[in-house]
């Protein structure tokens, strides 16, 4: 029998306290949030069956509806206690990749899911029945108010995987999503073809879930937006990966964009951060190349931010800028933080 485990540490490194989630077959987490009244969530997939704050007085046990995959969303307290557990049930497949709290307090869930999947629980009359391209993996954004009712969906559809990867809510009642599409990826309002491969996507969504921009990183690799932070000035920034499986590489940020920002003779996987403005433009990217680079992490704020990542062979963080630094790996592959300044 496999579990999860979720344990929250003090800031001197004390260990505070340690949950487990007991699973009769697979487990995994995909996403894990915090917010600064201590509540946690998190997201992910299991087979068989998953009990989420066992001997809580509102222990939720989720049984998965096939062989594939099922999502998962767990809400927790600062104090570790169950608040909600959340079932995702797909006959195909279905893991929660990432996650977010609106103002309110209501939960933002993004679903990366194939076949026959429902959104909303057992007798909740806003469920939805999503059905997923033949092949592929198909994107839906789903809103759960704070009775762990389904208050909306947004599926994003199209041939080929697609994969969310982020989630941000906008003080204005909407969402950024960041993640990446292969083939094509359509919705109302939203007609995106890649240009090879995966391409990474950073779409931007009103409070009546429209959308208001859309920025499409593209080249001859595939590439990942893995993260989205948004600016009191109300811009975003996004960090992810370019040109994986390809070297050299070049990538266009903004793919039809009235002013793109293109990027050259990339070393292959190159990490990325940009900044996006409200209408989805590329104010900069900052690269770092050399090497097998990988960037899946982003914290930011308006005094600067960090990614983190992991590098093979050598780094150049800062490619192509003035106060560009070179670090050499130590055989396999290296982790990988660094600071930036606006």
């Known amino acids: 029998q496999d579990a999860l485990f979720l344990a929250r540490y003090a800031e001197d490194g004390t260990l505070v306290w340690l949950r487990d989630a007991p699973c009769a077959g697979t ?107 033949a092949e592929g993996v198909q994107v839906a954004v789903a809103r759960y108010l704070l009775d762990a009712s389904l208050d909306a969906v947004l599926p994003l559809g199209g041939a080929g995987d697609d994969v969310p990867r982020s989630l941000w809510a906008l003080d204005d009642g909407g969402f950024a999503l960041a993640g990446s599409f292969a083939g094509s990826l359509s919705a109302d309002g939203l007609a995106l073809q890649s240009l090879a491969g995966s391409d990474a ?19 001859g690799g595939d590439e990942l937006g893995a993260a989205v932070v948004g600016q009191p000035d109300g811009s975003l920034w996004v960090a992810g990966t370019l040109c994986g499986g390809v070297a050299p590489c070049s990538v266009t940020a903004g793919v039809g964009a009235a002013a793109p920002v293109e990027l050259y003779d990339l070393d292959g996987s190159t990490g990325f951060v940009a900044a996006l403005s409200e209408g ?55 982790g990988l933080v660094v600071a930036l300044i606006p």
């Open 201 to 219: 996507m950073v779409l931007r969504y009103s409070a009546a879930w429209s959308p208001l921009a859309i920025t499409q990183l593209g080249g």
């Open 27 to 133: 487990c995994r987490i995909a996403s894990v949030e915090s917010f600064a009244d201590g509540s946690l969530l998190v997201g992910g997939a299991f087979t068989g069956s998953l009990i989420l704050g066992p001997g809580d007085p509102r222990q939720a046990t989720l049984i998965s509806a096939g062989d594939t995959e099922d999502g998962f969303i767990a809400h927790y307290t600062a104090g570790g206690a169950i608040l909600t557990g959340l079932h995702v049930p797909s006959v195909g497949g279905s893991v929660v990749t990432a996650l977010e709290r609106e103002v309110g307090g209501d939960i933002l869930a993004a679903v990366a899911l194939s076949g026959r999947t429902t959104l909303g629980q057992p007798g909740d009359p806003g469920r939805v029945v999503l059905d997923a391209p």
């Open 280 to 334: 989805g433009e590329a104010r900069w990217v900052w690269l770092a190349g050399g090497g097998l680079v990988t960037v899946g992490a982003l914290g930011a704020d308006p005094s600067g931010g960090v990614i983190g990542g992991n590098f093979e062979d050598r780094v150049i963080v800062g490619a192509g800028g003035p106060d560009a630094q070179e670090r050499i790996s130590g055989g396999g592959s290296d």
